[in-house]
């Protein structure tokens, strides 16, 4: 595998770190919404708003990287189709993970709470309080994340289908498994 | 002989202008709002229920007293799921404790326009003595008395149990009121 079938490393430690931050954070979101109020479960939106910022600023902080660096290119035995297929699952996913934090961010306002990032620092409010809104807000953060989950589950689902499938060297473009340069 | 007149006149309405007391309060310019801060994120809230029975003669400050009644059932406390949280018995225990009230019992004039006003606030059975900073704006029609003061809610058992935490619910309240009223002379 040559080294420029690989992500830079930069570029892999942010997709896991943001995979690892999604991973937390989401079914953080999905448990935390009907506990009953309680002081662990204002904690726990904290941390979730918490998780959300730091994923967005890292995220911001890739697409600018992936805007400077060639990503590697597929291997060649991948059809056109799929090449077409996995950019817009890639283009989407970076949509979703900057655009599902901010709608989070914009609820939160709306809903009279500001967004204080590890309880330090304060993010201004884009939106004045308003309850219909901040409902509305609260479907659109849920309708992106279970998008984002299905989009995820085809990513995930297609990255194990080329490297244990197709025995194509996949998981290694992220840095999975030894770093062979020959 | 008219110029004359006038000037008694003139002479005679001036003490008695000076004389106003504000005894009539005007509720829908007043307010009662309070704003504490829960993990670190600032919330703010407020009562749109409430009595205020005053008596305020500029020329006689120390004299002056207010009688304030909240009717705790109408609670903003920042979300309609706080809202119903602070009925219950570790907050306010609103069925046992429906209302709060201040009752001044010292008023203390600093200059400016600014007083200090000393009184007592039962909240949950409890009654705490408290000095209330209260800024006097005189107007046409009416006049605005703007106070602040801090409670610490937990002086009065707000927030029980698992909520005296107050790494996540702080115990410090900001209060801020104000009230309108207009005077007679």
Known sequence: MSVAMRYSTPAIVLHWLVALLIFVGFPLGVYMVDLPLSPDKLKLYSYHKWIGITVFLLVAVRVSWRLMHTPPSLPAGIAVWQRRASQIVHG???????????????????????????????????????????????????????????????????????????????????GWGRKERT | MKITQLVLLAALAAPAAHAVEYR????????????????????????????????????????????????????????????????????????????ATFVSSQVRALGNNRYEMRGTLTLKGKSREMTVSVTYVPGKNASIFDGSFVLKRLDFGIGEGMWADVSTVADEVQVRFRIAATGTY
Not at chain 1, 142 to 166: D, M, W
């Open chain 1, 92 to 174: 989407l996913l970076y949509a979703l993970i900057l655009a599902i934090p901010l709608s989070g961010w914009l609820m939160s306002s709306a809903k009279g709470f500001q967004t204080v990032w590890f309880g330090v620092l304060p993010l201004p409010d884009l939106l004045e309080k308003n309850r219909e809104l901040g409902d509305l807000l609260a479907s659109v953060h849920k309708v992106l994340n279970f998008t984002l989950l299905g989009l995820v589950i085809l990513h995930v689902g297609a990255a194990l289908k080329h490297h244990f499938i197709e025995r194509q060297p996949f998981l290694q473009r992220m």
């Open chain 2, 24 to 99: 009539t309060v005007l509720p829908k310019q007043s307010t009662i709002h309070f704003e504490f801060r829960q993990m670190g994120v600032p919330v703010k809230g407020g009562f749109k229920r409430f009595t205020t029975e005053m008596a305020f003669d500029p020329a006689k400050p120390e004299a002056a007293r207010a009688q304030i009644e909240i009717d705790l059932a109408s609670i903003d406390a920042g979300s309609p799921e706080a809202d119903d949280e602070s009925a219950g018995k570790l907050w306010f225990n609103r069925s046992a404790y429906p209302k």
